[in-house]
Nanobody
Framework: QVQLVESGGGMVQAGGSLRLSCATS????????MGWFRQAPGKQRELVAT???????NYADSVKGRFTISRDNAKNTVYLQMNSLKPEDTAVYYC??????????????WGQGTQITVSA
């Protein structure tokens, strides 16, 4: 089964930067949208940013102008560049990939999550 492998989490002071990466464990057909979600303690998981295969992006209002999502379709990899980090960005960040197999059956994959902690 294909997995999403995340890297790049960690601790940073407010105002700092981090870059997350997420790649599929092996090649998979038909990925359309890839993205990042996050979940802070006691809160629901929320969308951070998504990007389609064609490069269209969508951001949560709280990260617009600070975070940039990009992807390498050839490598089935998505990135999240996070600048000007704030303590309220502290959360577990999850990678997501959605698409359809050759059979037409849809799939929705999730990474294991990576912790981002921003100190004041």
């Amino acid at each position: 089964q294909v997995q999403l492998v995340e890297s790049g989490g960690g601790m940073v002071q407010a105002g700092g930067s981090l870059r997350l990466s997420c790649a599929t464990s092996r090649n998979i057909f038909g990925i359309n949208t890839m993205g990042w979600f996050r979940q802070a303690p006691g809160k629901q998981r929320e969308l951070v940013a998504t990007i389609t295969r064609g490069g269209s992006t969508n951001y949560a209002d709280s990260v617009k102008g600070r975070f940039t999502i990009s992807r390498d379709n050839a490598k089935n990899t998505v990135y999240l560049q996070m600048n000007s980090l704030k303590p309220e960005d502290t959360a577990v960040y999850y990678c997501n990939a959605g698409g359809r197999y050759l059979t037409g059956r849809p799939y929705d994959l999730w990474g294991q999550g990576t912790q981002i902690t921003v100190s004041a």
